[in-house]
């Protein structure tokens, strides 16, 4: 592989960066960068938190953050848009055909933003550094919108990785045509996998499944959790959104104390639900042993997971269609020898097989997941087993150093200057 000063450059859109719950990509770009990669970042939103994992701290990329709302951010786009559309009238017009089939499907004025995202960045980025030889987005909403447009009017080849709520939650004819104008396009499970392929029917584009995978130097557990006494410590991290099943978690936790079982549940995270959250947890009586910690550092998620007799995360389907493909934190707690319980939703059996590397369970049913709570917690053989699976199955399928190098691969094919079409070349043949 190319030495980073003579590698052309990759570029990356992102929904925002850095995001502490977004690890994975930013162990990716590290890890490309260590592979050899030069990397250009364009994020569509400033960071959420205060403070970053300190993997960020050793990214080299450029940092470029685009213009982020359509009408406050409207002078900002206005400009570039209008010198792009002077230097290439015959592309830019092909962006304002493609934005306006795409705004006839869902009725979004997002679509126009993206548009003029894009843009952006082209004028002001792609024309000017011609280093960058193919541009990728990571989720397939929003920043891949932003991608595809960027590469019609820069005339670059582009893909994108597909996670979980970006796909389930997307207009399936816009991500359709997506999978149809990339040159690739990678997703974290196999279960994303195979509905990307049959979203797609006849679509050429190949679907890599590449999962997101750990840093495992970084998970060197310290504590044997197979043996375990009350009071016990069970934790989950998660986001306090309807898809990670927190309510179902905290009825079983109530219906647990009533049984007469002690136990202390930590929850780290926050989110849009955690004024409804905290107010069951008060509901159902559960203030004395149920906590909410907020926001935590990955150093002090590891502190959490030693302390730990069981990490709990019931995954459900939200209403709108919003799942998890393979929670990180899963393979983390696998990583830290704690046993861990989630349901069968999307791609969770490809981390937790049942009875061998972890304990799934049907989604919103707090009986059955209070009962393998039980199970797990006074079943010395049982955790036995499955931190012992765990453990093993994290190191043979979610090294993250083996993944990203079958990433790079894939990016290396395509910067060496393998042929294929332009997105205009693509729309005015189709």
Sequence with gaps: ?????????????????????????????LLLEKLGFRMRLFPMRHPRESFCHDSVKEIQARVDYLPTELLLDLPRLLLPNIFLAVKRPALFLQGLQLAGKRFRRTGKLATLKHLFQAGFLCNNHLLQDRSITHIHGHFAHSPTSVTMFAALLSGLPFSFTAHAKDIYTSNPEQLKEKIRLARFVVTCTDYNRRYLENLAEECKTPIHCIYHGIDLDLFSPTSDH??????????????????????????????????????????????????????????????????????RTHKEVLKQFEQSDLFVLPCEIADNGDRDGIPNVLVESLAMGVPALSTTVSAIPEILIHNKSGITTLPSNPQLLAEYITD??????????????????????????????NLAKIFSRQMAGEEGQTVAEQLLSS
């Design 376 to 405: 797990i917690l006074g079943n010395e053989t049982l955790r036995k087993t499955i931190i012992q699976g765990g453990r093993k199955h994290t190191r043979q399928n979610f090294n993250n150093r083996q993944l990203v190098q």
């Design 1 to 29: 592989m190319n030495s980073p000063s003579s590698s052309p450059t990759l570029g990356y859109i992102l929904k925002g960066y850095p995001r502490i719950s977004e690890t994975f990509i930013s162990n990716e770009i």
């Design 226 to 295: 197979v043996q375990c006494t009350s009071p016990y410590n069970l934790l989950t991290v998660a986001r306090m959104t309807a898809k990670k099943g927190l309510p179902t978690l905290y009825h079983a936790l109530s219906l647990l104390k009533k049984q007469g079982t002690v136990f202390t549940h930590r929850l780290i995270g926050d989110g849009d639900d955690r004024q409804q959250i905290e107010q069951l947890i008060t509901d159902l009586s559960l203030d004395d042993c149920c906590h909410c910690l907020g926001t």
